[in-house]
């Protein structure tokens, strides 16, 4: 009898954690296969008695209620009485179905952090759960969102060739064809890369893209070019040693300019490559 009334006072003794609030969604990785996400909640012990927390399982759900991720505790976490803990979970997500719910969010993802779990406090089990919507916001996170470009082989944007697309006297036209990828789905426009290009580690000309680039969940790849124009070519390939062997490095610096999701996102940018030259070049007059 003293048995089960102790077993009922445990049972009325025990008050289910709370779920305070969300401090934070992180992006911590990104590629064309999955997102990885670091949320981190703050659980609170109403209890009198310490409460240890043994499982707790977190799914992250989409505005239709779908499952897009799910995480869970790695081990038993102990809350003081009347305290609270800041738990972090590590959430992965498919990249393209992501994609596609932020394309079409506008600036702003909506879901919801799903919680269940099971605590203990003095001689009590009980399993409770939660739920809270979360608003991810694409002004502080797009920048990381969207990966660097980079330009070494497997990167984003890669260059296709390099070539004088006009010579003349007082100016010369080089051209740099290029191809920039998709994997990830997102939608974005490429407005403008204003760039200098440097030959010799010094100042050769200006620079932009030849054309906006328009991409959607749809579009893998865009090809396009960059047109610069460059003043003292003849003088320039004449000091460049590299272009007894038939051709000069070259090196762009500029800012990558892209609109997305109603966001201007500005990101400096370089890459290098070289230009063929002829014997031409040097008789010109």
């Not at 927390?53 to 991720?69: A, E, H, S, T, V």
């Not at 979360?134 to 984003?156: N, Q």
């Not at 680039?213 to 004449?238: A, C, P, T, Y």
Request: with cysteine; charged share 30%; proline share 4%.
């Amino acid at each position: 009898m003293m048995m089960i009334l102790s077993l009922n006072s445990c049972k009325w003794l025990f008050q289910k954690p709370i779920l305070e609030k969300i401090h934070d969604v992180k992006v911590l990785s990104f590629s064309p296969d999955k997102i990885e996400l670091e949320i981190a909640i703050s659980v609170k012990n109403p209890n009198s008695y310490q409460l240890k927390l043994n499982q707790l399982n977190i799914d992250l759900l989409n505005i239709d209620r779908d499952r897009i991720g799910m995480a869970e505790l790695s081990k038993a976490v102990e809350i003081p009485k009347k305290r609270s803990a800041a738990l972090h979970f590590k959430v992965s997500l498919e990249s393209r179905p992501t994609v596609r719910m932020i394309n079409k969010s506008d600036s702003r993802v909506f879901f919801y952090v799903s919680g269940k779990g099971e605590g203990r406090v003095l001689c009590s089990n009980k399993k409770f759960d939660f739920e809270e919507p979360v608003e991810l916001d694409l002004r502080k996170h797009l920048e990381d969102m969207i990966p660097r470009f980079e330009a070494e082989g497997a990167g984003l944007f890669q260059i296709k060739r390099s070539y004088v697309d006009k010579l003349g006297i007082a100016e010369t036209k080089i051209k740099i064809d290029f191809i920039l990828l998709n994997p990830y789905g997102f939608t974005f426009r490429l407005k403008e890369f204003p760039a200098e290009i440097f030959i010799n580690d010094k100042p050769a000309g200006t620079g932009n893209l030849a054309n906006q680039l328009n991409f959607d969940e749809n579009i893998f790849s865009r090809e396009e070019s960059m047109q610069f124009k460059v003043n003292n070519w003849k003088s320039i390939i004449g000091a460049v040693k590299g272009a007894v062997k038939g051709e000069i490095t070259y090196r762009v610096r500029g800012m990558l300019i892209i609109d997305a999701y109603g966001i201007e996102i500005r990101k400096p940018y370089t890459y290098e490559g070289s230009v063929p030259v002829s014997l031409s070049d040097y008789l010109l007059n």
